[in-house]
Nanobody, 117 residues
Framework: QVQLVESGGGLVQAGGSLRLSCAAS????????MGWYRQAPGKERELIAA??????ALYADSVKGRFTISGFNAKNTYLQMNSLKPEDTAMYYC????????????WGQGTQVTVSS
């Protein structure tokens, strides 16, 4: 089992920055990918950034060039968010995947990010 706890969310003005952290505990050696998802009110949860055990990262077009994921194979995975926009306002979730699963099989509880204009 793996436990994920997010932190670092908050209220920030447009153009500002935040760094989200995901603290992983338990059988983290079993994981092969970590990711960050977000869900805005009335919208579906979407993948915004992911990193695999080889260190390869991918990003949603909406955050490419502004967000950076880091920290796989460590107890903490981070999402550095720069040049934040009001449309980045959402609940952000850390997720993890172990072999044999197409998508995440572990989720954190989420941390709220609110960007004011």
């Amino acid at each position: 089992q793996v436990q994920l706890v997010e932190s670092g969310g908050g209220l920030v003005q447009a153009g500002g920055s935040l760094r989200l952290s995901c603290a992983a505990s338990g059988s983290i050696f079993s994981l092969n990918a970590m990711g960050w998802y977000r869900q805005a009110p009335g919208k579906e949860r979407e993948l915004i950034a992911a990193i695999n055990s080889g260190g390869n990262a991918l990003y949603a077009d909406s955050v490419k060039g502004r967000f950076t994921i880091s920290g796989f194979n460590a107890k903490n995975t981070y999402l550095q968010m720069n040049s934040l926009k009001p449309e980045d306002t959402a609940m952000y979730y850390c997720a993890a995947r172990s072999p044999g699963h197409e998508g995440p099989n572990y989720w954190g509880q989420g941390t709220q990010v609110t960007v004011s204009s």
